[in-house]
T-cell receptor, first 109, second 117 residues
């Protein structure tokens, strides 16, 4: 089971770009990398998913190096409403999504 | 298309009572997953169901907990004889495709917060 490691917490000021890196050294060939966001008292929400290189959507970008042993979620110009816990998951066939403790991002005015 | 609906949002039970948590998946989704989250912790997988079938219940405690997803109606997570340690947020997620498709996106509900007093 591919395990992920990410920082427990991060602080950022409004307007800055935030990069959260996740390590997944044992990622398997067929695994996808997925990031979820969770606000207090709410369920997780899918942000972005990728397999390799770079993926971008209206919310974030995901950078995955060639060896795929890590990935970086990039949030451009964060606002106070981006304060949340961000989970990095590595998906395997026929196994449930495994959530670690995530990274608690605090955005400061 | 309404999202995943869970009810109740908050549930208080006395020790020894039964708790029933309901989850209506998104329209068109036949795969349902239940997770439990303790304060300041990540989500822990409990059970995966696909219409009338339990696919994986490896995360579910062997006693007092059961889950079903009938042909008609919501998925139900049932906890019998609740104890204080059952107090947690319980989240349900649904997906259109099963987890044999590894890039399947799961949509989560807002959760049910169970408090056992």
């Amino acid at each position: 089971l591919a395990k992920t490691t990410q920082p427990i917490s991060m602080d950022s000021y409004e307007g800055q770009e935030v990069n959260i890196t996740c390590s997944h050294n044992n990622i398997a060939t067929n695994d996808y990398i997925t990031w979820y966001q969770q606000f207090p008292s709410q369920g997780p929400r899918f942000i972005i998913q990728g397999y390799k290189t770079k993926v971008t959507n209206e919310v974030a970008s995901l950078f995955i190096p060639a060896d795929r042993k890590s990935s970086t979620l990039s949030l451009p110009r964060v606002s106070l409403s981006d304060t949340a816990v961000y989970y990095c998951l590595v998906g395997e066939e026929n196994t449930p999504l495994v959530f670690g403790k995530g990274t608690r991002l605090s955005v400061i005015a | 298309n309404a999202g995943v609906m869970q009810n109740p949002r908050h549930l208080v039970r006395r020790r020894g009572q039964e708790a029933r948590l309901r989850c209506s998946p998104m329209k068109g989704h036949s795969h349902v997953y239940w997770y439990r989250q303790l304060p300041e912790e990540g989500l822990k997988f409990m059970v995966y169901l696909q219409k009338e079938n339990i696919i994986d219940e490896s995360g579910m405690p062997k006693e007092r907990f059961s889950a079903e997803f009938p042909k008609e109606g919501p998925s139900i997570l049932r906890i019998q004889q609740v104890v204080r340690g059952d107090s947690a947020a319980y989240f349900c997620a649904s997906s259109e495709l099963g987890w044999d498709r590894i890039n399947t996106e799961a949509f989560f509900g807002q959760g049910t917060r169970l408090t056992v007093v």
